[in-house]
């Protein structure tokens, strides 16, 4: 399966998206492009902005580590092991931005085809635009993930400015800064009657061999590719080229694009590397170019949330009814003490939040990055009030993950169930967005009496909804009394960790069980929980007891240790007593772990899955390791269902992509509700390793797929339908429907529920309405549900408003009308010495109704002098003069958008040409 996925990746278009997608190793996908330019931009800033107290770093020292990788990058800056996986995150959502225009293919403005490039290059102006609209103001975790979907979109257009335009045979060894510039100078694209290619040779049945082919090399221009909007390739037009492109054999043969390395696929494959480089360099820019970035853009501030550079959140939500009060205090002075002990350490979060929920009220919410300004903000919570059980806990849940950094750990204080239970699945979408692990410290769960019995059906017998979401983030749960409170919050500590991985989470029924501990794990906690009291041993490889064990929290029935610093690496052994079933979690502090993505084959690519993947189709996972990894090696994904058991183990062979990080793909088809992905190994230092993904993968009967050639934008104050298909893959039932999107531009949606059969579907529309606003740019993430009792799948869509003007496209070449010609160059006047005592001469106009005109000559372009008509720069009148011995003459006329006309005069011509 995985050799067909190669071996058909079809219909290029540029570079191509992802490694799982390429062709050949070492080729550059947009992924890799991507991934490079924006470590060298975030590399290029911390350079520039080193943390408090340390010097400063030299110019180059981050951006040239070669190899160039998160992990190295964010271990040289914080000069400590911080995980780099929240900027990993930031980096993915662009990438998977860039990635998603593929799945929407059919316009060409993303693709610089057909000579179309003042209309591609207004796609990027339309994208930066959007992403700067959502990052206006006060910025929060929607506007961030919009944003960065949109810089990706915008980035997948540069980009593919290198692989399908004659830039780099140019010769060009900088990047078109006017891409993202509009100030600084624009290149002419060649104008419709110039000959911009010749034939290549043809040496096979479906190749050519494309050297020197192209004919300009003083303007732009790109290769044709047929398709609706583009039906044919011209008479003297570069082709694209590739053994997909239909009209390779049409004269001029063959092609120009640099997208692989493979000449099957791309005729100039020589120049692919270069393209690359141009292409990293122009996403650089991107993000930090001087003036134009990015950065410059919106500040400081906006770009380390928009790349997540700051570290996570620890946020308390806080229940604060009247049978709070002992709780609260307890948790000030034990939780307070902890972090202060940890203030200085890189491990230490970035900063603290609390959020007390009462009912009906919630908030308000307090951030702050002083440990003293914590406890006086607790310290003046009061509890009252609330005197029916249940309270607004998933409102203070939710309040808490808007609020917080991506990657942050949030912590729940209650002791009653939560009474807007119908937020839960909001909740479960915003933990996906955020990757935070919420976590549930309970004195207490009181419900409410009159609470139907719903007919839902969980996939485990959770104790409740609480135990369920921290079960799906990754947290944990703990009941207690009140009388115990604290002496479990020392549990909090394992969440002072700058590099978190997870190497046991599951239930065994066991009197032992062994911990495989490679060389990088700088810590470890063991928790242990079981339903009646027991007694735990460990011992490390040597199988010497640990002596005086460090108890985070040693409770009859929970126990949980940390080992801090770890005296040897092997297989370390826990022994409980008595046998029975416990549940077991194994964490640690590393810098080697992976992240993962879940694809799906799309035509001829596969691209990252939207929504939860279903249960039974055939998937593909791609797992990319960070750390200190030269040596390591990645042996098998082992999916692990949600009491630990492995379910199967899938051999997998370690590849590298274009940067040298090592991954692995393999396909995989998810069969239980939820799953943990398991990665098995050789560390660099060759002992055994784990990881196991920190949330676990939820599938769903139910999918929502996005229709295909939809519109996704509107004008201000204009209307904007969106339809989706949900399709039931599971047993017959009743499904409720819902959207939302961030900016409410939502008016309305159809139908709000359906009834579907095995394998029936059914379309959802909704209706948007565009404010009429002065500002004008806006963006908006839409977000499709579909629900049965616990069930639930979802689909983001993001949607735009762009002002009619900004789609506006300047695709008119300037005019021009000639008024005087003499030309007395006829037979032996031409030839040298005589020639050069006679001249010819002409003026003409030149004129554009957009934008100013600049004219140039190929031959003796001293002879030219243009002065603009009356001060305006859009109407010029030139005079050209000449020897003889030059008696013709090449006039390009180009306007500030790069449209260009162009005419020859030469001792043939008598009358004047005019194109006007
Ligand atoms: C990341 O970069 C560091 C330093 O440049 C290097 O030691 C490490 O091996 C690299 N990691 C990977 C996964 O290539
Ligand atoms: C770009 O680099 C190539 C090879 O290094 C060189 O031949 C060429 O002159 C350079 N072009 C410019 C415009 O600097
Ligand atoms: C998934 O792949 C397996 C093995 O290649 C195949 O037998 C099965 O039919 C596929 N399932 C679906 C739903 O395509
Ligand atoms: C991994 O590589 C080995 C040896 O090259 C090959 O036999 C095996 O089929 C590969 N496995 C996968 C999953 O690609
Ligand atoms: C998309 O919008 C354009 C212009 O508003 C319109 O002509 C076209 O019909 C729309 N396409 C769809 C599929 O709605
Ligand atoms: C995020 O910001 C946008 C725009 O400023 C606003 O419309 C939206 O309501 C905010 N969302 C949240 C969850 O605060
Ligand atoms: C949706 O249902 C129609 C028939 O009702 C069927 O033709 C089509 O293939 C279905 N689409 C999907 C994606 O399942």
Redesign the pocket.
């Known amino acids: 399966m995985l050799l067909s996925l190669l071996l058909c990746a079809g219909i290029v278009s540029g570079f191509r998206p992802n490694p799982e997608s390429r062709g050949n190793p070492n080729d550059f996908t947009d992924a890799d492009i991507t991934e490079l330019g924006a470590l060298r931009a975030v590399a290029w800033y911390m350079e520039r902005n080193p943390l408090p107290g340390r010097s400063a770093l030299a110019p180059g020292e981050l951006e040239n580590m070669k190899p160039l990788n998160a992990t190295g990058l964010f271990k040289a800056y914080y000069k400590a092991d911080v995980s780099p996986s929240r900027f990993i995150k930031a980096l993915q959502e662009i990438i998977t931005g860039n990635n998603l225009v593929e799945s929407s293919r059919g316009n060409n403005d993303y693709y610089f085809y057909c000579e179309q490039i003042g209309k591609s290059i207004n796609q990027i102006r339309i994208q930066a635009d959007s992403m700067l609209s959502s990052l206006k103001?006060e910025v929060?975790s929607?506007?961030l993930g919009t944003a960065r979907l949109s810089a990706g979109r915008a980035l997948h257009v540069v980009q593919k400015f290198y692989s399908n335009t004659n830039w780099v045979e140019m010769q060009k060894n900088g990047s078109y800064e006017y891409l993202l510039n509009p100030s600084s100078p624009v290149i002419p694209t060649a104008p419709a009657s110039k000959k911009t290619c010749a034939d290549c040779t043809r040496i096979g049945s479906n190749l050519f061999q494309c050297e020197d082919n192209i004919l300009v090399n003083d303007m732009l221009t790109s290769g044709y590719k047929v398709s609706a909007s583009c039906r044919l390739k011209p008479t003297g037009k570069c082709g694209h080229g590739g053994k997909y492109d239909v009209a390779q054999h049409t004269p001029p043969t063959g092609g120009i694009n640099k997208e692989t390395s493979n000449r099957d696929f791309s005729p100039h494959y020589r120049l692919h590397q270069k393209a690359a480089e141009l292409a990293i360099e122009a996403t650089k820019s991107f993000f930090v170019g001087d003036g134009f970035g990015l950065l410059s853009k919106v500040g400081d501030d906006t770009f380390k949330k928009f790349f997540n550079l700051d570290g996570y959140s620890l946020t308390f939500a806080v229940d604060t009814t009247g049978s709070m009060s002992d709780d609260i205090n307890q948790v000030k002075i034990k939780c307070i003490e902890l972090l202060r002990s940890y203030s200085g350490s890189p491990d230490k979060p970035f900063n603290y939040i609390l959020v007390p929920f009462n009912d009906p009220d919630v908030g308000p919410v307090i951030k702050t990055q002083s440990v003293d300004e914590l406890e006086s903000a607790i310290s003046r919570l009061t509890a009252t009030g609330g005197g029916d059980c249940p309270e607004m806990s998933m409102s203070g849940l939710k309040l808490a993950l808007?609020q917080s950094m991506p990657r942050s750990k949030i912590f729940v204080f209650t002791d009653a169930g939560a009474k807007d239970e119908h937020l839960k699945g909001e909740v479960e979408i915003l933990i996906d967005s955020t990757k935070s692990t919420v976590n549930y410290l309970l004195t207490g769960y009181c419900s409410s009496r009159k609470r139907r019995s719903a007919p839902e059906v969980r996939p485990k017998t959770f104790a409740n909804s609480y135990e369920e979401l921290a079960v799906y983030s990754g947290g944990f749960y703990v009941l207690t009394t009140k009388h115990q409170l604290s002496q479990v919050l020392g549990i909090m500590e394992k969440s002072l960790n700058a590099a978190p991985v997870k190497l046991i989470d599951g239930q065994m029924y066991t009197s032992q069980f062994s911990i495989p501990v490679d060389e990088t794990l700088k810590e470890l906690t063991i928790s242990v929980k079981a339903s009646t009291s027991f007694s735990m041993t460990v011992f490390q490889p040597s199988g010497s007891q640990l002596g005086s064990l460090s108890m985070l929290i040693n409770t009859e029935k929970q126990k949980v240790v940390k080992i801090s610093p770890i005296p040897e690496p092997g297989s370390w052994t826990v022994n409980l007593a008595p046998i029975n079933s416990y549940m077991i979690l194994v964490e640690g502090k590393s810098l080697l772990d992976f992240h993962y993505q879940i694809l799906q084959k799309e035509d001829d690519y596969v691209l990252p899955v939207q929504g939860r993947p279903v249960q039974g189709l055939n998937y593909t996972v791609s797992m990319k390791m960070m750390g200190d990894a030269a040596g390591m090696q990645i042996q098998r994904l082992v999916p692990l269902s949600e009491d630990g058991t492995p379910l199967e183990s899938i051999p997998l062979n370690q590849s590298f992509d274009a940067l040298g990080n090592p991954f692995a793909f393999g396909p995989v088809s998810l069969h239980g509700p939820r799953t943990l992905l398991k990665v098995e190994g050789l560390s660099p230092g060759n002992f055994p390793f784990v990881r196991i993904s920190g949330d676990s993968l939820t599938t769903e009967f139910v999918q929502i797929l996005p229709l295909p050639e939809q519109n996704s934008t509107m004008a201000p104050g204009g209307t904007l339908k969106v339809s989706v298909l949900v399709v039931n893959h599971g047993a017959a039932r009743t499904f409720a429907f819902k959207v939302w999107d961030?900016?409410s531009f939502m008016s309305s949606y159809e139908p709000k529920g359906s009834f579907l059969n095995t394998g029936e579907n059914i379309t959802l529309t909704a209706t948007f309405i565009a404010p009429v606003a002065n500002e004008s740019f806006a963006s908006s993430v839409v977000t499709f549900t579909a629900s049965s009792g616990s069930a639930q799948n979802y689909l983001k869509l993001p949607i735009s408003v762009i002002p009619e003007t900004a789609l506006e496209t300047d695709e008119i070449p300037p005019v021009y009308k000639l008024r005087e010609f003499y030309m007395p160059c006829r037979g032996n006047l031409q030839s040298e010495p005589v020639c050069r005592g006679h001249t010819w001469q002409m003026s003409f106009t030149a004129v554009d109704d957009q934008s100013a005109v600049t004219v140039t000559i190929n031959t003796n372009p001293s002879g030219l002098t243009c002065t603009p008509k009356g001060g305006d720069v859009k109407n010029v009148i030139c005079e050209y003069r000449s020897t003889c011995c030059n008696p013709f003459a090449e006039v390009l006329i180009s306007d500030e958008d790069g449209n260009t006309s162009s005419f020859t005069m030469d001792y043939r011509n008598s009358k004047p040409p005019a194109s006007y």
């Open positions: 103001g929060n929607s506007g808007q961030d900016r």
